[in-house]
């Protein structure tokens, strides 16, 4: 659409605007957010920065202002790459008005396609009005984390099998790698919730009051999800801790075994270190089968330890 004609459509008070702007320049966000809608420049700032933080705020005109009132969100969509064990997060921007909806966003993103559908397939539904619209974005946007959240746990289950097969560093390293990752996504899904909880409350006067319910539905999703993040957190401190008896067992184990050597072997050095004294008054230095008689009494007392230790299940 030519910018041209947003202000006319905004001046129609039967019809609402819709307007996605994906990787927009530098120009597309001066024409659109400035010149068209004449957003507050607060909003406009926190719109372009890529650190924001999830967020919403309500902008009200003063004497000196040109834009109508509308609401400002900026809310992050997940998406989690088992080959890289990263969760990858992309910001989207809402300026949501009376008439009109403005959505704002870097890369392509799932939860923008699947609205554009519905708005297509389903008008009557979802193109009526943008509070509406804004929530099936929303809906969509929650439900994507879901994918995610099942890529996870599938990992978290096969990094408990491999910890049961063999704990070494390579495994040590994976579990904190996937420990960070899902406090990263704890830290993302807390200020959403809090986002969320604004609309689910009814705080803002341009969402209607009977969609409320719906808000309150996307909100009870992701505190869903939330409560997986921390069932996962739970789940990967028990495999840590799995893994660190495991190397304990290990090291036990080879602890054990030197140990057991040890004390097998001591005989035959106690006689061997005796016999190899070689003082003059020693009898054996003048027995002619002394050499014999001494490997003789070492071999039968390795094998007799070993059999005693046997015997009493330490081996």
Wanted: with cysteine; aromatic share 10%.
């Amino acid at each position: 659409m030519e910018p041209f004609l947003m202000p006319t459509l905004l001046d129609n008070t039967n019809l609402f605007l819709w307007v996605d702007l994906e990787n927009p320049t530098e120009q597309d966000l001066k024409m659109v957010l400035e010149e068209v809608f004449h957003f507050h420049p607060l909003s406009i700032e926190d719109c372009v920065s890529d650190l924001g933080a999830p967020k919403v705020e309500e902008y009200e005109p003063k004497e000196e202002d040109h834009f109508a009132p509308y609401l400002f969100m900026l809310i992050h969509a997940v998406d989690y790459s088992r080959e890289d064990g990263v969760f990858a997060t992309s910001e989207l921007n809402f300026f949501l008005g009376k008439n009109f909806l403005v959505t704002c966003h870097a890369k392509p993103l799932r939860s923008i396609q699947v609205a554009e559908e519905q708005c297509l397939r389903l008008k009557k539904q979802v193109a009526r009005a943008p509070d509406r619209l804004a929530h099936t974005l929303l809906d969509n946007l929650v439900d994507n984390y879901k994918p995610a959240m099942e890529e996870m746990a599938f990992e978290i289950g096969e990094l408990e099998a491999e910890v049961l097969q063999h704990a070494d560093a390579h495994v040590l390293n994976k579990i904190t790698a996937i420990k960070k990752e899902v406090q990263h996504l704890r830290r993302i899904i807390v200020p959403q919730r809090e986002v969320l909880w604004r609309f689910a409350r009814g705080e803002f006067k341009l969402i209607r009051p009977k969609l409320i319910p719906y808000y309150r539905d996307v909100y009870d999703d992701l505190f869903r999800i939330h409560e997986m993040a921390q069932h996962y957190t739970d789940s990967l401190t028990a495999v840590l801790q799995l893994y660190l008896n495991m190397s304990s067992n290990q090291t036990g184990e080879v602890v054990k075994l030197l140990t057991m050597i040890t004390l097998i072997t001591t005989p035959m050095m106690m006689i061997g270190t005796w016999y190899g004294m070689n003082f003059a008054t020693m009898p054996e230095l003048s027995a002619s089968h002394g050499y014999m008689l001494a490997s003789v009494v070492m071999v039968f007392s390795t094998a007799g330890t070993y059999l005693y230790f046997k015997r009493k299940g330490w081996l």
